[in-house]
């Protein structure tokens, strides 16, 4: 079986004819199934409608897993519960995609089951990415149009190896760097609300994968994983000395999805996005890809060519970004564009899958 996976695409920052030559480029690729493995876009539903709808002739199987930025909702009191439970199915299935989470789905003999994940901070940079640096835990919080940074008391100007799970749970950061005030918000922190703290939803959302891979577990002979969230740490780069990414670290995922995902029984293949850094790498007796086709890296410009400066949607989309306070290197504008014959693609081929106990054989 092949598999083509993308994530954080992120529609339609780099523009419609870059999603048009990554839409093509998959449903091109041969592939059996197609995975979308969050980050699809943000905003009005209209905008997912407009991408997925690029699917519609791939004849495969088409699986969606919801990422952070399409659980963003722009109002006063967002109902993130809400929009993954049923408004996002109701998007993907109106498209032709199959909703993975709460939704474990058998394609032959292979088995997929999938969650959107959390983070819970186990991530976290423990070594300050600068000497002795010091920083000011902040808590956000939306007046009209604008986000102020509110203080938290007794948390002012403590050393970065002091930070606690309270402070990453605000979500929001100052520091100085050559004398000059910085700061920074995870935007999760105002177009997201689970109405319970990111380490319970993080546990009730692995808690949830390890039923959906035990229901279709019988069914199939191994499955395949998926998450938004980055499940394992080896998926993520070494310590950072760059402090916003240092920061942002702590909400890149969860050892608890990882522990899940460990828990499934034959597990061959863990897709996942939300870092944008594509990485694939061995753990264990199974395969990791993280399947990000954003990037942050003007290096991959013959990946990914410049996009039109020009494209309405983009300059659109890039209108409605400023409320982040300083935008981190994960979450940047790359204006750049895919090369459809080079589309980012996770494929795996029976005969490359190990086996369960992790001895080589054809599939």
């Known amino acids: 079986m092949e598999i083509c996976a993308a994530a954080d695409i992120h529609y339609p920052r780099f523009g419609h004819k870059w999603a048009v030559a990554l839409a093509d480029g998959m449903c091109d690729s041969g592939a059996d199934v197609i995975v979308l493995a969050g980050d699809i876009s943000a905003g009005p539903d209209s905008r997912y409608h407009r991408f997925l709808e690029l699917f519609a002739g791939f004849s495969g199987p088409k699986l969606f897993i919801p990422g952070n930025h399409d659980l963003w909702s722009d109002v006063d009191s967002p109902s993130t519960s809400s929009r993954y439970e049923a408004s996002l199915q109701r998007i993907a299935e109106d498209n032709g995609f199959h909703y993975l989470p709460h939704n474990p789905i058998a394609v032959a003999d292979v088995g997929f089951a999938g969650t959107v994940g959390w983070c819970d901070y186990s991530f976290r940079q423990l070594t300050p990415p600068v000497p002795d640096l010091r920083v000011t835990p902040m808590l956000p919080a939306r007046e009209d149009l604008t986000t102020k940074l509110l203080p938290i008391d007794g948390r002012d100007n403590v050393p970065w190896e002091e930070l606690t799970t309270e402070d990453y749970a605000a979500q929001a950061l100052v520091w100085t760097t050559d004398g000059h005030r910085e700061n920074l918000i995870w935007n999760d922190a105002i177009y997201v609300d689970w109405h319970a703290p990111d380490e319970v939803v993080a546990q009730e959302l692995a808690a949830e994968l390890r039923e959906d891979a035990r229901r279709i577990a019988d069914e199939v002979r191994i499955l395949v994983?998926?998450?938004?969230?980055?499940?394992f740490e080896e998926i993520l780069d070494e310590p950072s000395d760059d402090?916003?990414?240092?920061?942002?670290?702590?909400?890149?995922?969860?050892?608890?999805?990882?522990?899940?995902f460990l828990s499934m029984p034959n597990l061959a293949l863990v897709l996942c996005g939300h870092h944008h850094r594509r990485k694939v790498l061995q753990h264990g007796n199974m395969i990791v890809a993280n399947c990000s086709v954003a990037t942050t890296s003007a290096r991959s410009s013959s990946l990914f060519p410049r996009t039109d400066p020009n494209d309405p949607?983009?300059?659109r989309d890039r209108r409605v970004q400023p409320r982040r306070a300083r935008p981190h290197p994960h979450l940047r504008e790359a204006h750049q564009i895919a090369d459809r014959r080079r589309t980012a693609r996770a494929t795996v081929r029976r005969d490359e899958l190990p086996s369960p106990d992790g001895a080589p054989g054809r599939r």
């Open 243 to 260: 402090v916003a990414y240092a920061y942002c670290r702590a909400y890149m995922g969860s050892s608890l999805l990882g522990d899940a």
């Open 313 to 315: 949607e983009a300059a």
């Open 225 to 231: 994983g998926v998450s938004h969230f980055v499940p």
